[in-house]
């Protein structure tokens, strides 16, 4: 029986040009908005340093500006490290095991990640909604929590959908080795 070709975990976005990949969408709008959060963060840093020792003035505030981008830093490039396959993995037995036998594991992998990830994504969608109106903003900038608490949710969920995809459809290349 011939496997369904979902086009979700090619690294272009196909011969025939039509169409994008998901990892070409995930690219160009998570990885555009990662590297726009990388940026802000490298500028705030750089001056509040250049404020704090050679004007002493540090920038007001940087601490928690720092806090609030990496955190959406995090959560934005979390479903991009999903797609990937660029999470953490531990695999002692691979090499040992016939390749079915790691597809199955691979197969249960990807839905017990994608359950996790969806009940992460509902506990902070409920969190941020409570913030929401709640009205909770930091400290001393006032930056409101709950639109990083939807972004962290929306991420996971997104993370979800790709780790689901992958458990119902595994990758071919589920021996260890890279495609």
């Given at each position: ?88 993995e ?18 249960f ?34 930056i ?26 595994p990758p ?8």
């Amino acid at each position: 029986m011939a496997r369904p070709n979902f086009r979700f975990f090619s690294a272009g976005g196909g011969t025939s040009g039509q169409g994008a990949s998901l990892r070409r969408v995930l690219d160009v709008s998570l990885g555009l908005a990662a590297s726009l959060a990388l940026g802000c963060l490298i500028l705030i840093t750089c001056v509040d340093v250049v404020g704090r020792y050679i004007f002493d003035r540090p920038l007001s505030g940087a601490f928690e500006l720092t806090e609030m981008i990496l955190a959406a830093l995090v959560f934005l490039a979390l479903p991009l490290t999903t797609e990937r396959r660029e999470h953490i993995e531990v695999d002692i037995l691979g090499a040992l095991l016939p390749a079915r036998t790691n597809r199955w594991l691979v197969a249960f992998a990807g839905l017990f990640s994608a359950a996790l990830l969806a009940t992460l994504a509902w506990r902070l969608g409920a969190h941020a909604l409570g913030a929401a109106q709640d009205g909770a903003v930091t400290n001393a900038l006032s930056i409101p929590y709950a639109p990083f608490g939807f972004l962290a949710s929306f991420s996971c969920l997104v993370s979800a959908v790709i780790a689901l995809l992958r458990g119902v459809v595994p990758p071919d290349h589920c021996d260890g080795k890279e495609p």
